[in-house]
């Protein structure tokens, strides 16, 4: 390698020339994904083995470094964006996203307080307050209102700071505290707990729709009240990633209003479908709830990461988060008129994630999602039907929103052989799972780009081999 | 608005041709932001009044988005990519970056697991053993041996998860934990304490230079010993945010070691400096610290989030964080052959940020990167030169690396009076603070694109107000 000389930054010149090819890289690439294997074949260590010990002393060109990301990173690339992906539940992306994070990247501005770029304090606000409406949030968790929403890394970390509040909204020995929630909770509720210091989780028995049983959280208070214990929050969830189940929100809310718990709702996935009305019984009681979380990086085409999470009254989460060091003072935060989101979550740097959703919102528009939302279920619906008339296969749980959960009835030996033909074909990919001890797949429907096609191909292959 | 048929997906031809234009976009953006104010003058819900109440339920074209990102967007931006910043420290980004996350988010894979993307994990592996040499730091922290590198989303993150780690390794209440840190430690010591449930946060008093004092703190170590409560872990700073002050690592490191304390330290903006081996004086004693952070998304021109977590042993990192459940089940996990960066930090989900980070690190190579980091320490050294040489003005720490911390002899009214100028002249933009009660000027020179020119014109201005 020859040397370069300074300065050693790309030139505005090079990064136009490189940025088109760049974007040409992914158009051709969103074009084609569905021609792909969609699973990565590479071997542990295979991508590291093609990849030098030490960096590069002197610049490389950028060529070389785009040559690399096809020959080295492409096939140890795993394609959530392919049209053929059921795998665990989307992590959408779209054109707008990739733009508005594309911007955000451009503009390179650190929105820990509102001073230091007021709009991309702003656009979030707007955004998340868009996102109450669009919903059918309570009226309330508006920044305009008591609540309010911010956008997080992942409902893992959404969840973990309402467990955070609710320990310091309560008091005593945290080794005492128990955090509730279903059998069928994400494992984010158990590692949060855990996280936040809290001695024990108490998974709630589910009933044969693997929703939560209120009664059971009832009574799973009254003797953790009985031996001593202090029961300081429960998490309900709207969707589970087992099956998406419905825990019974409003049931749970007022369990928990009894017992002065905090109640923190888990959307992650299925709060997208909000944006229909048709789905919204689904989330009755959620004015009973102290905190929200769904992720817009999940099914509403903005790439992650965009989780959103919303408090009913923001007092408490700004009470336990917000710590003010001389250089970060500042006329705007004192004046009270602002929101300084550093006080929202445990990260205090952020960059302007809103962007990306608000591009999003705007070229799809409500509309626009609910059109593809509701496409998804119904694609999903459909497949569960034919599934549900297939003699050798059988539901294991119902299809309120876009996963469709069954098994082979000749056991799990069966069932898995189905999803390995799946995974094997290359051009679709789903998810084999456990549940009461029982293998089952997981087709989870919503990518950006499934269409009928996609999911009539999947079924061709699920028919031939279930025979 | 007229009624938009479906699908609502942009299309790829779209994306071109708006992915072109964002790409001049942000090279204009680039090329005049040193025309532009730096500091935003937008008043406290004036970008809010210019966005509509509710979400647009038909989709939008997507110029009228690309209109209003330059009309309602702009205005209120700060610009922590104008070459005038001399504020906080710097937030870098700069175009290899900026193509890398464009790709990731093109990409959209989801790297929780080494199976849902093995590039993004060896990728991140490379990378994070590359900074290990490139720093200086102990071979041990490799994921190649015990050890292991991570990327966070900052090192608020990066410090909480230590200290949870820290917790978990203890035993006993929480509430008797105690965690140490210099009375000139970031904020996000306190602010992760506090959210990992410690009970108190003990701030050593420093020495002359804004160093810990070790001995203050094998004090305070004992005082709470004898008073029964639980010392747990220990943080040092290598550069501190009020002044980028540099604890004794080695001394402290003993100290933590005779106690069985947590050793963390925190490098988040000095790190990047330990890419030139005159400076790793500043860090002598790292083999002594269980775990440690630094952000390149600070000095390393590489844009937001990007914050490295190393420990010196992943077991007990793990042991904390791992929960696996039955749909995250997978062969190459249970191998034990594979990394699952899940395991590392609070979230599940992870987008695949080390690809910017490989990109500057070829792009630069490691001689572009030192070039840049002691052409700014350079001019940091000249502007102290300069400062300490006038007779109105009196530097009240040292500088080590990039950053000149002064005040004026008039007092307060004539330092803020000098801040104040500065920020109002639109081209430079500086952070104002206090320490021992006093005020200062904190100039922070490092952003990618600053130059002698822009810090010979910001101290014509000193100069000229300070008389």
Known sequence: M????PPYHMSTDDFRRYGYEVIDWIADYLDSVDDRPIISEAEPGQIRAMLPDAAPEQPEPFDAVLRDLDEIVMPGITHWQSPGWFAYFPANTSPPSILGELVAAGLGVQGMLWST???????????ADWLVDLLGLPESWKTTGPGGGVIQMSASDSTHTALVVARERSSGDPGKMVVYASEQAHSSIEKGSRVAGYGHVRLVPVDGRYAMRANALQGAIEDDIAAGLNPVAVVSAVGTTGTTAVDPVRAIGEIARSHALWHHVDAAYAGTAMICPEFRHHQDGLELADSYTFNPHKWMFTNFDCSLFYVADRGPLIDTLSIVPPYLRNEASESGEV????DWHVPLGRRFRALKLWFVLRSYGAEGIRHHVREHVALAASLAERVETHPALEMIAPTPFGLVS?????GD?????LADAINDSGWAYVTPSTIDGRRFVRVSIGQTNTTAEHVDRLWGLIEQVAE
């Open 406 to 410: 069954f098994r082979h009835f000749d």
């Open 339 to 342: 929101i300084d989101y550093r």
């Open 2 to 5: 020859t040397e370069v000389p």
């Open 117 to 127: 770029s007021p709009a991309a304090t702003e656009v979030e606000e707007v955004v």
């Open 413 to 417: 030996e069966a069932t898995d052989a």
